[in-house]
């Protein structure tokens, strides 16, 4: 069955410290992954994919299939960076794109 | 164009009473999605659509839950005889076919009392 755990829901860290948002997946064949971002009073939107490999807003997230996880990571976090992050998985051969339970990331001045 | 489309924005109901949600993907999208957003639940996956037909929909809560989609467009949720505990934020999204990025309206927040 698929499945996205993510552990935290709230992470607490102060202006330029790094960030970890953890998230961990279950699912037997080759998962796309993705982590998509709520700000407040905005919309759900894609934030990165594991495809495309890139960094947006200086975010990462490396897919380590041996420990099947995506977490996200920043070196610096900003105050603009506080938001609900959601991990989300697409098993290719349900076509279901499944979230986990998200984690609210505050950075504190 | 312009994006994915929800409404209404807001939907105060009494419990019993059915309720009808719209959602206006965006144009050429083939694959559509459902979900609820409660407070600790996250996003609640219901259903999703790839044109008209739904090849899953082992999301839906219960029998009171039905969606449909018509045109390959417009997509409707029906709750039937609304229950306290279906007060949420209902959450549709679109993409060009599956797998690839969603696209998200600004759902609608359902109130039963």
């Known amino acids: 069955a698929q499945r996205v755990t993510q552990p935290e829901k709230l992470l607490s860290v102060f202006k330029g410290a790094p960030v970890e948002l953890k998230c961990n997946y279950s699912?037997?064949?080759?998962?796309?992954l993705f982590w998509y971002v709520q700000y407040s009073r905005q919309r759900l939107q894609l934030l990165l994919r594991?495809?495309s490999r890139e960094s947006i807003k200086g975010f990462t997230a490396d897919l380590n299939k041996g420990e099947t996880s995506f977490h996200l990571k920043k070196p610096f976090a900003q105050e603009e960076d506080s938001a609900m992050y959601y991990c989300?998985?697409?098993?290719?051969?349900?076509?279901?794109?499944?979230f986990g339970t998200g984690t609210l990331l505050a950075v504190q001045p | 164009g312009a994006g994915v489309s929800q409404s209404p924005s807001n939907k105060v109901t009494e419990k019993g009473k059915d309720v009808e949600l719209r959602c206006d993907p965006i144009?050429?999208?083939?694959?559509l999605y459902w979900y609820r957003q409660s407070l600790g639940q996250g996003l609640e996956f219901l259903i999703y659509?790839?044109?008209?037909?739904?090849?899953?929909k082992s999301g839906l809560p219960s029998d009171r839950f039905s969606a449909e989609r018509t045109g390959g467009s417009v997509s409707t949720l029906t709750i039937q005889r609304t229950q306290q505990e279906d007060s949420a934020v209902y959450l549709c999204?679109?993409?060009?076919?599956?797998?690839?990025?969603?696209?998200f309206g600004q759902g609608t927040r359902l109130t039963v009392v």
């Open positions: 999204a679109s993409s060009s076919h599956l797998g690839t990025e969603a696209f």
């Open positions: 699912y037997s064949g080759s998962p796309e």
């Open positions: 594991h495809i």
């Open positions: 989300a998985l697409n098993g290719g051969a349900t076509n279901k794109l499944i």
């Open positions: 144009s050429g999208h083939t694959a």
């Open positions: 659509f790839q044109g008209n037909s739904a090849p899953d």
